[in-house]
């Protein structure tokens, strides 16, 4: 890429707490952000949800005032003329639908990007990883000079009734990539980063590409060979320019359903990543939906920052066809180049590749 792209995090809310030091803790203690919630699913059944004491209409606006506020990164007026915002959401506030859908995102950014276009991004669990995406090529065509990327989802009936129709979740905290998975927690959170020309904020990686692609298998299962989620790497690998053997790591989707974590595993043994040190994050802070991209590429900026591979917590025994490197323990390594991986209802996948700046 002739023209760097520079990402740094600049907030996270999560289960976990409400900045980079109390996620760093509970990665490192792994303490998960997961609790029994009672009578929280349909017909009034008990579910591992993130922790919250109820699911209420404003839930989604709270969660994004908290990140804003939590904003480490803050631009001037003539800075705002050239910034954009994208929101990654999957089902952003769906419960104050039909009267209210986008209307107080839209409010609430302004207040704290005055002037600024916002862009909705809403691909599934594709979200967030396609918001950075999509952040770096409007950059690269001289739209902006830099993009707020905001990833935000929020629990609410219409979600978690939705996943236990498909019978999808777990009734325990979820298992990535175990032996014993029996389905995905859901979790909440918002998550902002900045993509940007030039490197900002007290931390920074290089963005050195990412791609999309979709496999059409189903509405709601994915390929069972990896199709979808192989070629969205290797496009991954040809537009940063790089390979298999350059990936120190990889944060991986890892729902720690039956189907998506069997996909990923020969999606990675095609693309000879299932050596490469791996973790799904979603044993922390659950499933976040639009969220997810988000979060976990913060999460993964931290770990590079850190020189740090955080375990995937819920972990035991190898689940996959092929066997994966799962990281089953904190371990101090020299990140230089990780790889970050998602896949989504509706046959979608995506990637892309940050690297620490020489």
Do not use: W
């Not at 009672?38 to 839930?59: F, H």
């Not at 104050?96 to 005055?114: G, H, M, Q």
């Not at 020969?266 to 040190?277: C, E, N, Q, S, V």
């Amino acid at each position: 890429m002739d023209n760097p792209i520079y990402i740094q995090y600049a907030a996270i809310v999560s289960p976990l707490g409400n900045s980079i030091e109390q996620h760093v803790d509970a990665f490192q203690n792994g303490r998960s952000g997961i609790e029994l919630i009672e009578k929280s699913g349909y017909q009034d059944t008990t579910l591992p949800l993130a922790k919250r004491k109820e699911i209420t209409t404003n839930r989604y606006d709270n969660l994004l005032r908290e990140a804003l506020e939590q904003n480490t990164i803050q631009f001037s007026a003539k800075d705002l003329e050239r910034t954009a915002v994208i929101v990654s959401s999957t089902k952003g506030n769906m419960d104050l639908l039909p009267n209210d859908t986008f209307t107080s995102t839209r409010a609430i950014v302004a207040e704290y990007f005055p002037g600024t276009t916002l862009t909705i991004i809403s691909n599934a669990c594709i979200s967030g990883v396609i918001a950075i995406n999509t952040a770096a090529d409007l950059l690269l065509a001289d739209k902006y000079d830099q993009i707020v990327v905001i990833g935000i989802d929020a629990i609410s009936d219409f979600v978690s009734y939705g996943f236990q129709s498909l019978y999808a979740l777990s009734n325990e905290g979820c298992k990535p990539f175990d032996k014993a998975r029996n389905g995905t927690t859901l979790g909440e959170g918002c998550g902002v980063v900045v993509v940007s020309k030039k490197p900002i904020g007290n931390y920074s990686v290089v963005y050195k590409g990412g791609a999309s692609s979709n496999d059409a298998n189903h509405i709601s299962g994915p390929s069972r060979t990896g199709e979808g989620l192989v070629r969205s790497i290797e496009k991954t690998f040809k537009r940063s320019q790089l390979n298999a053997s350059d990936i120190d790591f990889i944060s991986a989707h890892g729902t720690a359903t039956i189907f998506n974590d069997e996909m990923e595993s020969i999606a990675f043994g095609r693309t000879m990543l299932d050596k490469t040190p791996l973790n799904s994050m979603k044993g922390y802070f659950g499933h976040t939906l639009g969220a997810a991209g988000i979060l976990e590429t913060i999460m993964s900026i931290v770990s590079m920052e850190k020189n740090y591979l955080f375990a995937n917590l819920g972990f035991s025994e190898m689940g996959t066809s092929v066997p994966l490197n799962i990281i089953t323990k904190n371990t101090e390594a020299n990140l230089t180049t990780v790889l970050k991986t998602a896949s989504g209802f509706g046959g979608g996948n995506a990637s892309l590749i940050i690297q620490k700046r020489a």
